[in-house]
């Protein structure tokens, strides 16, 4: 009488694979959107937003100020997107939800931002104020630069890539593993065989604590 192997089938490779090839295009979009928005928008936010002139001493001077005199939001938030863009890799269901979320709202915060900051003059007013020593000096001649919609432009892709995040996280793996378990049991490893002829095989037995007569 015959008896069948309980030995388990092993899975084929594409039943293991945990990203599906959709799971994997929206993990390089989001990497891709989410790092290049946080560079645009660090890079953006140190360039010229705002010029003008003041008068100091019965003549004008330029007076001109750059994003981060402006608003240093767009800057903070851009940092907290790019910290949750690797964070969602390191946490899985409920949590990768939220840092997702808080991905998608640092990319939201920050072109706000970036908007309001185009229209404003307090920055430059204050420069002003420093140079000609006169608290109530105002710049004239006021004018934006492109700098702030370029900054826009960059929240704007770490807005995506939170939105990419929220809708296909779930498919992406988590940090440390290419694949997700199967929840097939794993093969037990067999022993070496012990060949009780050779002494330096019973040694070897001996010290990974097994016992080398067991077979005999």
């Known amino acids: 009488m015959g008896y069948v192997s309980a030995v388990p089938v092993p899975q084929p490779r594409a039943a293991r694979v945990a990203v599906p090839s959709g799971g994997r295009r929206s993990l390089a979009a989001a990497l891709l959107l989410g790092a290049l928005g946080a560079t645009v928008v660090l890079l953006s936010a140190g360039q010229i937003w705002a010029e003008g002139t003041a008068s100091v001493g019965g003549g004008t001077v330029p007076v001109e100020a750059d994003?981060?005199?402006v608003t240093?939001?767009?800057t903070a938030l851009a940092i907290v997107g790019l910290a949750a863009?690797?964070?969602v890799f390191a946490v899985r269901r409920t949590g990768r939800t939220l840092v997702a979320a808080l991905l998608a709202l640092s990319g939201a915060g920050a072109a706000l931002a970036a908007v309001l900051g185009a229209s404003d003059s307090a920055a430059l007013d204050a420069e002003?104020?420093?140079?000609?020593?006169?608290?109530?000096a105002a710049v004239a001649g006021l004018t934006h630069t492109a700098w702030?919609?370029?900054?826009?432009?960059?929240?704007v892709l770490i807005l995506l890539a939170g939105l990419l995040?929220?809708?296909?996280?779930?498919?992406w793996p988590a940090m440390g593993g290419r694949y997700e378990r199967?929840?097939?049991?794993?093969?037990?490893?067999?022993?070496?065989?012990?060949?009780?002829?050779?002494?330096?095989?019973?040694w070897k037995a001996l010290d990974r604590g097994e016992d080398p007569t067991r077979g005999e």
């Open 165 to 171: 995040a929220l809708r296909f996280g779930t498919t």
């Open 67 to 69: 994003g981060g005199a």
């Open 182 to 202: 199967s929840g097939t049991p794993r093969t037990a490893r067999k022993a070496p065989t012990v060949d009780p002829d050779r002494p330096e095989d019973l």
């Open 128 to 136: 002003a104020a420093r140079i000609s020593g006169d608290t109530a």
């Open 72 to 74: 240093g939001v767009p």
């Open 148 to 155: 702030p919609y370029v900054t826009a432009a960059g929240a």
């Open 85 to 87: 863009l690797f964070a």
